[in-house]
């Protein structure tokens, strides 16, 4: 007969999104409610290197925070734990994901809720396989989790995104410029997808094809010749031009994601050269 569960932590990690705080509220009451003791672990997985990096949550603590941004447990989008060794308190060196799954059982935790993108929910796996139970929360603005149909985030980043689309049509129809708009989303088109579609762009160019900027421009000189003086171009922070590669800002390091950033300036700077207009960049 396994002993029943008594007490489970919870943590957050990656990048920051709409509603994180939301769900570790929905973690703290449910659990309460089910007489369990819930330990809020800060910083992603750093907060089980060493107990002074958890503190014990009760729906009192959680009252309130529904409505702030961020997340009250703190998160990290940086390194790897299965590459990389700890200076433990107790002055060894040690592995750090030997780390994590010996004060995971030291504390007392019967499972552990990750609240996390593609890049936490995939160390979070890797944990499982090493005998830590998980449940995994899909949290991204990205929308780019494998099984899942929306994820926590997604929707306020899109309503983000389409209200600033929509206002740029009026200074970009007011100045007749081509205005391009580039949005989040990694390797995934769903913001740019949504968003432009929401905000009435007139092209949306998005990692999963390849575009032909030659196309775009003979797109935005059909505008002009028929009346619309003034064009909307939605940039996916991940699109690459056909024959291209994506914009960084930094790649790939070890134990580090590439950084992306420069499609929509890379754009707006061709079309300003193709079509001859003035083109101005958004970067959300």
Not at 241 to 252: E, V
Request: glycine share 14%; with cysteine.
């Amino acid at each position: 007969m396994p002993n029943k569960l008594k007490k489970i932590g919870v943590l957050t990690g990656g990048g920051d999104a709409p509603g994180l705080n939301a769900v570790i509220r929905a973690v703290v009451k449910a659990g309460c409610n089910a007489g369990l003791e819930v330990l809020g672990v800060e910083d992603s997985f750093d907060g089980l290197l060493e107990f002074n990096r958890s503190r014990v949550l009760t729906t009192k603590d959680v009252t309130g925070i529904l409505r702030r941004g961020g997340t009250i447990l703190g998160t990290i989008n940086t390194g790897d734990p299965f590459v990389r060794e700890v200076q433990t308190s107790e002055g060894a060196q040690q592995k750090y994901a030997d780390r994590v799954v010996e004060m995971f059982h030291r504390m007392g935790l019967g499972g552990l809720v990750v609240i996390g993108g593609d890049g936490t929910l995939g160390l979070a796996h890797r944990f499982s396989r090493l005998g830590i139970p998980i449940i995994g929360v899909p949290k991204t603005i990205d929308n780019d989790i494998y099984g899942t149909t929306n994820c926590f985030g997604f929707d306020t980043a899109v309503a983000f995104a389409t209200d600033a689309i929509d206002r740029l049509h009026t200074t970009a129809e007011a100045h007749r410029r081509i205005i391009v708009v580039e949005v989040m989303g990694r390797y995934a088109g769903w913001i740019a997808l949504y968003a432009g579609l929401g905000g009435g762009a007139d092209a949306i160019l998005i990692p999963e094809i390849p575009y032909d900027i030659d196309v775009v421009a003979q797109q935005i000189k059909e505008r002009d010749a028929w009346g619309a003086h003034f064009s909307i171009i939605v940039v996916a922070e991940g699109a690459r031009p056909k024959d291209g590669s994506i914009s960084l800002i930094k790649a790939a390091g070890v134990g580090r994601a590439e950084r992306l950033g420069g499609a929509g300036h890379r754009v707006a700077a061709d079309l300003e050269e193709l079509t001859g207009k003035e083109t101005r960049t958004v970067v959300l």
